[in-house]
């Protein structure tokens, strides 16, 4: 993938104002997020045991994390057995050259790739393309991001930033179609017709996997359009990425599974296709097929005894879509490519608070909780955000040094403290703010304050000392 | 050898990485796993559906994904499926191997049957087909769902993916009423057989154009669904 746009990671704050200017991005975000709420909410409120299965569904996600080597191990059987091979992955790189060297022992220039947030992840597109490779996205709206040279904003719809008229430009140009309309049936069926041709000739296919049993070795890929049966389907050679905790104990457990991703992702009933497979089947499908274990960061994920829930995750994207945040600024203020909430929990934990753009992300959130309500396994979001705050303070503490001590924000909670602590320190205090103030209200509001204070204004307004205190008020009521 | 060293040092190190992260010692996997108790599984694993109630569900929930579903009596089949292939203009029909043959018995002459068995189609063959004629091993009323799980009168998966029309025959004693029974169902399938399943739930479709739905952006773009009344 050629990136035009290549994000340059700043802190959440700083890059949230940017998209917030964005109008089109906050209409079509808006409206998105609208929609799949109300959708949501019908589909889920249909089942009366909606509850009872996102409890399953959390104990069974719960079980694997706390046995993880076991099932890793147990998957791994059963897939030979079944007549597939397993790679393992300490992190991108070694996935990426894992693959790389795969592909090219078949000898081609050219995969059919199912989108996958986890080979995103290890940025295995670039690799490929390193190598002479190109991965062809074959998801109508990955279709669009990649020809667009540009990163995907949401899990599940990953070009809600681009409106019907960008894509019938971007076809036109890259596509090489002379005439297109901008109505969305003749947008699909342009790309219908350039995919299909080139997944007839692919030999071979890459996916990421929704999950895999480890009691019979079967991985799922559940979609919509059917690309995700094209890829597992035609070429001869599969390749599928998995992170670790992607794993599920048993074929049973699909029960629960195959009920709540549909409703809570695209808040179907049941989306379009799940495809299943087991190894491979003889004159039915590839014949080879390749699943990498990733790791990439999740045993330190594993690690944390509270951040541990962050793993059960099923990416379905129900909790970006009830964010507040999220719905003004979009998935790329996330810098990541798990944006939303569960972005703000995952990304700082997998790349460690050393990243200062990851280290500002579980600050990404007012805390309001719709995040937890909804999530289909039940991941106590806001829990993991307002631990992972404080690990991010004891991060600043420990390796801040004299830069940490002199920290405006270090010095004023200081300063604050001191005043708090005595009614006549307060009080003076107030009484001088009200007349130093009177030069930085206006409209009732201060939005701009001098020199280091500006810090704090710039992203919110202060209101000012009212003219009399509610002290003042007390004390001439007697 | 190198890969294959490199390999199995990927697995210790994460192995070691995630039971230090657990804090346990290295463990014996099949006693670990087999010494876990059931988790709790209280949702529901039953429908208090009547057969009636299945059928109907089944074909409303169907036609809800903007597929066309009727209820047919099973002598009417072949029948049906003629006028199917002639009202849609069809004229090359893949089947797959174990298909019903009073099915296809009485189709019009200009339609060509393409037979999977015994000679396989190519994907050029089955790309320039009308449309695919297939059973199935199951179908959710709950969900509007079918299931295909490579079985006799199903046949391989791309046989149902690179026409654009799918037929699709099942028959009411086929219809469970929700997930979890389904699942139950394919347990043989998966355990024993391995063979792959595929759920399909509506033509193919997607909402990536500002959220609207298109169908048919690379599976079939026409489901029709016969469902097989049983005889009382
Ligand atoms: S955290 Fe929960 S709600 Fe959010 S994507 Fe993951 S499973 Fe869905």
Known sequence: MNKTTAHKPVPFEQSAGRYLADTQLRRNIGHAAQTIRAKRANAVNELSDWEDLREAGRLIKERVMNNLDSYLLQLEESVIKAGGHVHWATDGEDANRIITGLVKRKGVTEVVKVKSITTDEIKLNDALEKEGIHALETDLAELIVQLAGDEPSHILVPAIHKNRSEIRDLFKEKLNIEHLSDKPADLAEAARLYLRKNFLKATVGISGANFAVAETGTVVVVESEGNGRMCTTLPDTLITVMGIEKIIPKWQDFEVFMQLLPRSSTAERMNPYNNFWTGISDGDGPQEFHLILLDNGRTKVLADETGRQTLFCIRCSACLNVCPVYERTGGHAYHSVYPGPIGAILTPQLRGLQDQSAASLPYASSLCGACYEVCPVKINIPEVLVHLRGKVVEYKKEHGGIGHKTDTIHLGMKFMARTFQTRNRYERLQRLGKIGQKLFVKDGAISRLPGELAKWTSIRDVKPIPKQTFREWWRERK | ?232
């Open chain 2, 1 to 232: 050898m190198v890969e294959g060293a490199k390999m199995s040092e990927s697995k210790d190190v994460i192995l070691g990485r995630i039971r230090g992260a657990l804090k346990k010692e290295v463990s014996d996997k099949a006693d670990d796993l087999l010494a876990l108790p059931d988790i709790l599984r209280s949702y529901e694993q039953q429908s208090s559906h009547s057969d009636e109630e299945k059928l109907h569900l089944f074909a409303e929930r169907v036609s809800e994904y903007r597929a066309v579903t009727e209820i047919i009596a099973e002598e009417d089949t072949g029948e049906r499926i003629r006028t199917i292939c002639s009202e849609s203009g069809v004229k090359s029909l893949v089947v797959p191997g174990g298909i019903d043959e009073k099915w296809v018995s009485t189709l019009d002459d200009g339609v060509r049957l393409l037979r999977d068995e015994p000679e396989p189609l190519t994907k050029e063959e089955l790309n320039n087909s009308d449309a695919v004629l297939t059973g199935a091993f199951l179908g959710v009323a709950q969900t509007g769902t079918i299931i295909l799980n490579a079985g006799t009168g199903q046949g391989r998966r791309v046989l149902t993916l690179l026409p654009d029309f799918h037929i699709c025959v099942i028959r009411q004693e086929q219809i469970v009423g929700i997930i979890p029974q389904a699942i139950k169902k394919l347990d043989s399938t998966v355990i024993e057989t391995g063979r792959p399943v595929t759920m399909i739930s509506g033509p193919s479709a997607t909402s990536d154009i500002e959220l609207n739905r298109v169908e048919g952006v690379h599976g079939p773009r026409r489901l029709h669904v016969l469902v097989i009344k049983q005889k009382s």
